[in-house]
């Protein structure tokens, strides 16, 4: 099963030479240009925490809630096994060139289900640049938490549900926000809150699966606690006392906004759908068990900004988007 959308050809089309120049080549080194740029971004741009350090979720002894986030600290500690002589932040990076690969190589085809061809093309670039101010103290999951959403938000739009299955019990290995595209799975498969007992068993699968994973990963690696305490009370203060810290992540987020407003009417239904769920339960998050300055905490959000994006300056829908994915409530 091919998830690129290309439909590269031409009088020339089968020889190399002209491949070499063609359409895919093209699109080939646009995907790898963007992820290499994305990780040397986070490289310049990202410091080691000391509350996360990257030795110490490699050896899974992080703190909560980190010590849970594994999925591309796995690929780290396979490259450290291949290679032993490379050090934590080098393993890092080169899982994190997995993750950027994924991300990148995933955000087309997603952006293809809505848009025209020519403006599929620019959201490789636009996703670096969503990217790139979101980037702080370097983590395993950030990336990843694109890369997965980015594929399980197609999966579902394209009614490919067993692979959205998988690609969801990946996300929630890489991050414990993966239970919020339950009501998104609901939404997008049956087109309605009326789900019926399919709608419930369908649901009642995700979560048994969600809890399953995390379970089997408490039981591993145990921790005193799913996350950390006081965060309200952290971002109540911020605003009070220190609202400088959060303009910068108000004013990233504000510009979204305005952006996906701007062509409200026009998005397509599963965009709509998509951020009236998505975004307020990643605000909730933010506040409840997050930190508000952190622009991060909003990584779930990028495949919907970046269609809304290409649709508000005016790139074309394609033309049978509203028709793809068939009837909801079919399947």
């Known amino acids: 099963?091919?998830?690129?959308?290309?439909?590269?050809?031409?009088?020339?089309?089968?020889?190399?030479?002209?491949?070499?120049?063609?359409?895919?080549a093209l699109d080939l080194a646009m995907w790898f240009a963007c992820a290499f740029t994305c990780v040397y971004v986070l490289t310049q741009s990202g410091f080691e925490g000391p509350w996360y350090r990257l030795q110490d979720?490699?050896?899974?002894?992080?703190?909560?809630?980190?010590?849970?986030?594994?999925?591309?600290v796995l690929v780290a500690r396979a490259i450290e096994a291949v290679r032993p002589a490379f050090h934590a932040p080098r393993c890092y990076f080169l899982s994190q060139v997995l993750a950027a690969g994924i991300a990148f190589w995933a955000i087309r085809p997603w952006a293809a289900r809505f848009v025209a061809p020519a403006g599929a093309a620019l959201s490789r670039p636009l996703l670096l640049l969503l990217l790139a101010p979101t980037f702080t103290y370097w983590t395993f999951y950030d990336i990843g938490i694109v890369a997965c959403y980015t594929f399980a938000l197609w999966a579902l739009v394209e009614r490919r549900f067993g692979w959205?299955?998988?690609?969801?019990?990946?996300?929630?290995?890489?991050?414990?926000?993966?239970?919020?595209?339950?009501?998104?799975?609901?939404m997008l498969r049956y087109g309605s809150w009326r789900i019926g007992a399919r709608g419930v068993a369908w649901g009642a699968l995700q979560l048994v699966l969600y809890a399953g994973l995390r379970m089997l990963l408490f039981r591993l690696f145990p921790v005193e606690s799913a996350?950390?305490?006081?965060?309200?009370?952290?971002?109540?203060?911020?605003?009070?006392?220190d609202p400088?810290?959060?303009?910068?992540?108000?004013?990233?987020?504000?510009v979204w906004l305005v952006m996906v407003g701007a062509r409200w009417k026009r998005l397509p239904r599963e965009i709509r759908w998509i951020f009236l769920i998505l975004f307020p339960e990643?605000?909730?998050?933010a506040i409840v068990v997050g930190q508000i300055n952190e622009l991060r905490l909003f990584d779930a959000l990028m495949p919907v900004i970046v269609v809304s994006m290409l649709l508000a300056v005016g790139i074309e829908p394609r033309a049978d988007a509203g028709r793809a994915s068939g009837a909801p409530g079919a399947g």
């Open 282 to 285: 990643l605000v909730l998050v």
């Open 164 to 186: 959205y299955l998988v690609v969801f019990a990946l996300a929630t290995l890489n991050h414990e926000n993966s239970l919020l595209l339950v009501p998104v799975a609901l």
């Open 57 to 72: 979720a490699m050896s899974f002894t992080a703190i909560p809630p980190f010590r849970h986030r594994i999925l591309f």
């Open 244 to 254: 400088a810290q959060i303009a910068r992540a108000v004013l990233l987020v504000g």
């Open 1 to 24: 099963m091919s998830l690129d959308h290309d439909s590269s050809g031409g009088a020339f089309h089968g020889t190399s030479a002209a491949w070499l120049v063609g359409p895919r």
């Open 227 to 241: 996350w950390q305490s006081g965060k309200l009370q952290y971002n109540l203060n911020l605003v009070i006392h």
